[in-house]
């Protein structure tokens, strides 16, 4: 290469990567699960959009523990009215009965077409007089200023029913001090659902930062304290652990490399030249994925970035091998066979994930085959233009003797070494342990302690519960809200058979035009309606000509067009439907939360299927098993094509089947250690060891690779020898200190790979060249 054309290349670069980062930068981060569901699976997709927007997503419950009943009672009271004005929340509810007047006014109005209790026998004689009677007791308790101003206009009660309907949604908790409490009395309760989704983490952290702020006024000199749970608080509490431990870890680690690198190397510049490779490929994979999918997942780069940790390598080979008297571009040219070999094997390993079916995967290969493309790149084409070319690191590779005994062949070693995979293979097989871990909950960020809180305190409000949800799906907003109703019959029949403990849905709040036309023919005539009513007043202490607002209520009510959806406005009702009922791709779609579900199978099996709409029982536990299932299916075979691929790579690069089996069978070997040992220590694989198995995948094909190479002398078998002890010793602490964590995923994949990459240089030290000598 002459200088021309050298000096450019750092500009190109530079180019490149302004160009990269600048895509990366405007490239929406999503944390989307639905890149990860396969295409066309209607359940699949109902699932996940509930789980990222869904009404139960969110829903804050707000516990007040400590100081004494009456204490917790007014902090209850007063929290609330602070957070009512908040437009960040749909609705405060703590079993204080008290709406804006103007929604007071509208529910009063439409109270007939929307109460449940209204059928034709509530306006006869009987009927009246035993609401009338009611309405009397109700006057003469904690209720009597609120009967006393509706009295007139609402003797059968019709507009606290709502109230009472809104108040709750499923099953009111018990009362104290006219608020809701815990059943022992231990706790006072509040519900809140916020606007925003329970996934919207920015706005969640707002959310729960501006009650945090509420209570420190409400509840102060009390001695109450205040619990909160929900979907946005645990997730808003998991990134922040995530983040925390990530952030602490990623720190120690690289520092821990530093170290390593000026110790072997004795020189800053290795430091900066090693970055150059890592940056280059971050910036290629994120601009690659923009360009190709508008966005980039969250776990997409997070597995990406576990894969390209194979990049960093890359230089360290570099380094290792310089020689006195030889160029930078002489070395790189003598590895560039082997090195181009390695990034070939992991860039057409990851090609065999681009499948439209599973965006995610498909992110996930689209990223590590472009970032390995431009950290090769870098590697070869720019490290040589930035330094002079007898540049060595001032800190010389010096190996001693012991490298060639720890290099000498061993075949009886290595014969033992394959028959112990061999025997560990058949033990597997033979007792079977289980394998994978479905089961996304015991991956949670979320310490157990908090999740047992959260259950407490859904149980206690009686609040949907988020893993279990019927989504009916129809062509317009009517046929959904009539298959809710049936839907809902069946849910109540259930319910008093004891199957669950309550169901929410936006039929409950607005039902459908049919039923609010069956209320309004329930509505007797004026005459047959003024008879009733002078009957059940008989012996009763109510003036004459009090209820005259009642008789022409009914009247106006029954000559009324019933109330549609597109009238109910931003009042608490229209929040409330809307929030269960909404239009989208698919057309409308209903949600029916559930809660104190007792036997999810067979509520799913009696299921009834209304005409024109498709009702779905969502599990989200079986269901998020299933996905995950399905998705390392698809993962497995897809592997099993990158791995063919591979082969195929290696055999055609090597030119010979002999150094192609010599470079293989070892990670083959060291992937067999991995997840026997993995087993072994009571571990059941998910996703992320999977994706670490990636890893090891990529590192056991490069250690196999330069341990099976021809060197020209000892010299050079000593300094590949130490190159590899560089790349495994970063890689060990990289993962080791990962493997500390207390979150599980990120344990998953220190464990995992830091076990394949001992594993990986193991197999391939005792193996590779052994078996290369004897096929030759």
């Not at 090597?654 to 993995?678: C, Q």
Request: aromatic content about 6%; hydrophobic content about 55%; overall charge positive.
């Amino acid at each position: 290469m002459n200088f021309a054309p050298r000096r450019w290349i750092p500009l190109l670069w530079l180019l490149a990567v302004l160009a990269s980062g600048w895509i990366a930068w405007t490239t929406p981060v999503v944390a989307d699960l639905t890149l990860f569901a396969p295409r066309a699976d209607p359940a699949a997709e109902l699932l996940l959009e509930q789980l990222r927007s869904g009404p139960t997503t969110r829903l804050i419950l707000l516990g007040l523990d400590g100081g004494s009943e009456a204490d917790r009672a007014a902090a209850s009271r007063r929290l609330a009215e602070r957070l009512r004005p908040d437009p960040a929340f749909a609705r405060v509810v703590n079993g204080a009965e008290t709406l804006p007047d103007a929604d007071l006014q509208a529910l009063l109005a439409q109270r007939y077409w929307l109460s449940p209790a209204v059928a034709p026998e509530r306006f006869t004689a009987g009927g009246l007089r035993a609401a009338l009677q009611q309405r009397l007791a109700e006057l003469q308790s904690p209720l009597g200023v609120f009967q006393k101003r509706w009295l007139a206009e609402d003797p059968t009660g019709e507009l606290l029913s709502l109230l009472r309907l809104l108040q709750g949604g499923l099953r009111e908790p018990a009362k104290r001090l006219g608020v809701w409490f815990s059943p022992d009395g231990a706790r006072a309760l509040l519900l809140v659902e916020t606007r925003a989704s329970g996934y919207d983490l920015k706005a969640q952290r707002a959310v729960v930062a501006a009650i945090r702020q509420a209570f420190a006024g409400a509840g102060a000199a009390t001695g109450v304290s205040l619990t909160l749970s929900g979907p946005g608080v645990l997730a808003t509490l998991s990134e922040d652990r995530v983040r925390a431990q990530a952030e602490w870890l990623s720190g120690l680690s690289l520092a821990a490399v530093a170290l390593l690198l000026l110790a072997v190397y004795g020189s800053a510049r290795t430091l900066w030249l090693g970055a150059l490779p890592m940056l280059s490929a971050l910036l290629a994979g994120a601009a690659a994925v923009g360009l190709l999918f508008g966005q980039l997942y969250l776990i997409t780069l997070a597995f990406s970035v576990t894969l390209l940790g194979e990049t960093l390598d890359y230089p360290t080979y570099l380094f290792s091998h310089r020689r006195a008297g030889e160029t930078v571009e002489e070395t790189l040219r003598q590895l560039w066979p082997t090195l181009r070999l390695c990034a070939a094997t992991t860039a057409l390993g990851c090609l065999a994930m681009l499948d439209s079916g599973f965006p995610g995967l498909g992110q996930l290969g689209v990223f590590t085959v472009a970032g390995v493309i431009a950290a090769m790149a870098t590697t070869r084409w720019l490290l040589p233009v930035l330094v002079p070319p007898h540049w060595r690191p001032p800190r010389p590779t010096v190996v001693g003797d012991w490298a060639d005994k720890l290099l000498r062949p061993r075949p009886r070693l290595a014969l033992a070494f394959g028959g112990l995979g061999v025997l560990l293979l058949i033990g597997l097989l033979a007792k079977a342990p289980p394998l994978w871990e479905n089961d996304l909950a015991a991956l949670s960020p979320v310490p157990r302690e908090l999740l047992r809180v959260d259950q407490a305190l859904r149980g206690a409000l009686g609040a949907p519960e988020v893993g279990h949800l019927i989504a009916i799906t129809a062509p317009d907003a009517e046929t959904a809200l009539r298959a809710s109703e049936s839907v809902g019959a069946y849910l109540e029949r259930q319910r008093q058979a004891g199957m669950l403990a309550g169901y929410d849905g936006a039929m409950r709040y607005l039902p459908s035009l049919a039923t609010q036309r069956q209320r309004q023919a329930a509505l007797p005539e004026a005459e047959t309606l003024a008879a009733n009513l002078d009957i059940a007043l008989e012996g009763l202490p109510f003036k004459p000509g009090l209820f005259a607002p009642f008789l022409d209520a009914i009247a106006a009510a029954r000559a009324a067009s019933p109330l549609r959806l597109e009238e109910v406005g931003e009042s608490v009702l229209g929040v409330r439907v809307r929030s269960l009922l909404s239009v989208g791709a698919r057309g409308w779609t209903a949600l029916l939360p559930l809660s104190g579900v007792r036997d999810a199978r067979a509520l799913a099996a009696g299921l009834p299927q209304p005409d024109n709409a498709r009702a779905y029982y969502l599990d989200l536990r079986a269901e998020t098993n299933r996905l995950v299932a399905e998705f390392r299916a698809a993962a497995l075979w897809r592997l099993a094509w990158g791995s063919a691929l591979i082969v195929a790579v290696v055999g055609w690069g090597l030119r010979a089947w002999r150094p192609a089996v010599a470079a293989l069978l070892p990670v083959l070997l060291a992937l067999l250690f991995t997840v026997a040992t993995l087993l072994a220590l009571g571990e059941r694989l998910s996703l992320f060891h999977l994706v670490s198995l990636l890893l090891v995948l990529g590192i056991g094909v490069d250690y196999g690779l330069f341990f099976s190479r021809p060197a020209a002398d000892a010299d050079l078998r000593r300094r590949t020898l130490h190159a590899l002890m560089v790349c495994c010793a970063s890689a060990l602490i990289v993962f080791a200190m990962l493997s500390t964590s207390a979150l599980p995923a990120l344990r998953a994949i220190g464990l995992t790979v830091s076990l394949g990459a001992a594993a990986s240089f193991i197999a391939a030290l005792i193996v590779a060249r052994p078996l290369l000598n004897r096929l030759d």
